[in-house]
């Protein structure tokens, strides 16, 4: 899916559920700010943009998989969730968020024409291209 129809369909589900403020977990800065234009005024940060000098500089010792664990901790812990169905690291998060939830993993999940998981707090938006890339069929 191309960031433009990925972008839209942000737009889309923050229209009906606004946030006050946005972390994105990309390592495309260009594709941030541009993110951060479409949806102004709300904040759009990131794990560099969070932390203290000192702090980002041992950000950036880390390994690549290292600091998508910074993200996967803060996303798990969002009071919101918004993540593409290719992804599967949104795919991950989805599902660590749904075994965590009140319902857990029996929970009831909705789906829409443009989403696969939406549990109010946990919206996995697009459609994967492998049928069983789905938060529901994922083990904790």
Do not use: H
Not at 20 to 36: C, D, E, W
Request: hydrophobic residues 40%.
């Amino acid at each position: 899916m191309s960031f433009e129809k990925q972008a839209e369909l942000y737009q889309m589900y923050l229209e009906m559920q606004p946030v006050p403020v946005i972390y994105v977990a990309s390592g495309n800065l260009t594709s941030i700010q541009i993110f951060a234009q479409m949806v102004e005024p709300i904040p759009v940060v990131d794990k560099f943009s969070l932390l203290p000098p000192e702090e980002i500089a041992i950000l950036k010792t880390m390994t690549w998989d290292q600091q998508g664990q910074v993200d996967y901790i803060v996303l798990t812990r969002a009071s919101l969730f918004l993540g593409m169905a290719d992804s599967l690291f949104s795919q991950n998060v989805a599902s660590s968020r749904r075994a965590a939830s009140k319902n857990g993993t029996c929970g009831v999940s909705l789906a829409d024409g443009n989403n696969i998981y939406n549990d109010g707090l946990t919206i996995v938006v697009g459609k994967s291209r492998a049928a069983n890339q789905d938060p529901r069929y994922f083990w904790p």
